[in-house]
Structure formats: structure tokens, C-alpha cells
């Protein structure tokens, strides 16, 4: 499994809100890509991943 570009080892059962906890970041400030599915920040489903799946995680950022 890949998570932002890097390795990351894939455990059985892992879901993506379980994937989020682990890394410490809050689930209503990002959005999240598995493979070609996006989920907005706010609407991010516990799908179960998979050991191919790639994923990318944006974080919202405030700025001017």
C-alpha cells in the first residue's frame, strides 16, 4: 500500500478512518483519494483497504 507516495505496510482489516487515526490527522480537514475514488473533506467513508491500494491525502490549509 501506498500513502502519500511512500510504502506504508497494510495490516489486515485496515480501514481508511482507522488509517487516518493512526496518522493523527483529523478527518474534517482533508480529503482523501483511494486509487480513483475522492472523499471530500467532511464525507470520508470507512472503506476497507486493500494492499494495492494507492492513497493520497490532502490537508486543507487556510491562507491569503
Given at each position: 500500500m501506498q500513502v502519500n507516495?511512500?510504502?506504508?505496510l497494510h495490516t489486515e482489516?485496515?480501514?481508511?478512518?482507522a488509517l487516518?487515526?493512526?496518522?493523527n490527522i483529523p478527518r474534517d480537514r482533508v480529503a482523501v483519494m483511494v486509487?480513483?475514488?475522492v472523499f471530500p473533506s467532511?464525507?470520508?467513508e470507512d472503506v476497507l483497504l486493500k494492499p494495492e491500494?494507492?492513497?493520497e491525502i490532502v490537508r486543507a490549509m487556510q491562507g491569503g
Open positions: 507516495g511512500k510504502a506504508f482489516g485496515l480501514t481508511l478512518l487516518l487515526d493512526q496518522l486509487g480513483e475514488q467532511g464525507h470520508i491500494d494507492v492513497i
